[in-house]
């Protein structure tokens, strides 16, 4: 099946340094992607979701200046968290979508997550 | 507005034993999808099933089996004769069919599997 891969995996880092993330899909060109967050034995929030070559959609109460999200091609979207504190430590998820059949299949396939701390 | 309600927070069994983990949905669209995702304690969601709205015939694989009622917004998830692989957190979600569809994801309930 469809792979999406994320890079780093794990990541710690000093507060106040920005951290890029890599999602990309490995044997797919997705129409769209989509960055989640999952903080410690809780749900997936929707973060934003980015189509190739536009800007982001930001859900209600993300930070757009604080969570930078690039989708340079249909195989690779960055998330970047800027001036990272502490309290941006959580596990972030992407997620890859593609259209088939027409526009009659929409599949999702999630990406293994990165784990970020912020010392 | 879509919403997941998952009531079952954490749930724990003995190996061999049924446990059915409970999903209920709220969603003013007509057509929609129905999912249930495994999060194992590596991190990585694993799909398991998805269903159309429109499909309400339930299904068995394997040890897993669905129960899709739309009567009463419900799209349960049974595991027969658990294992202790089985432990994970499980999370049911829904997505609508327009052009920004998004999927919604209900709290998750962590199962436990004891040897």
């Known amino acids: 099946g469809a792979v999406v891969s994320q890079h780093p995996s794990r990541v710690i880092c000093k507060s106040g340094t920005s951290v890029k993330i890599e999602c990309r899909s490995l044997?797919?060109?997705?129409?769209?992607m989509f960055w989640y967050r999952q903080f410690p034995k809780k749900s997936l929030m929707l973060m934003a979701t980015s189509n190739e070559g536009s800007k982001a959609t930001y859900e209600q109460g993300v930070e757009k200046d604080k969570f930078l999200i690039n989708h340079a091609s249909l195989t690779l979207s960055t998330l970047t968290v800027t001036s990272a504190h502490p309290e941006d430590s959580s596990f972030y998820i992407c997620?890859?979508?593609?259209?088939?059949?027409?526009?009659?299949?929409?599949?999702?396939?999630f990406g293994p997550g990165t784990r970020l701390t912020v010392l | 507005a879509q919403k997941v309600t998952q009531a079952q927070t954490e749930i724990s069994v003995v190996e061999k034993e049924d446990v059915t983990l409970d999903c209920v949905y709220e969603t003013r669209d007509t057509t929609y999808y129905l999912f249930w995702y495994k999060q194992p304690p590596s991190g990585e969601l694993v799909f398991l099933i998805r269903?159309?709205?429109?499909?309400?015939q339930n299904e068995i694989s394997g040890r897993y089996s669905w129960n899709f009622q739309k009567s009463t917004s419900s799209f349960n998830f049974t595991i027969t004769a658990s294992q202790v692989v089985d432990s994970a957190v499980y999370f049911c979600a829904l997505r609508d069919t327009g052009a920004n569809s998004k999927l919604t994801f209900g709290k998750g309930i962590t199962l436990s599997v004891r040897p």
């Open positions: 269903r159309n709205s429109f499909d309400e």
């Open positions: 044997d797919f060109q997705a129409t769209t």
């Open positions: 997620s890859a979508r593609i259209v088939t059949g027409q526009g009659a299949l929409v599949t999702q396939y």
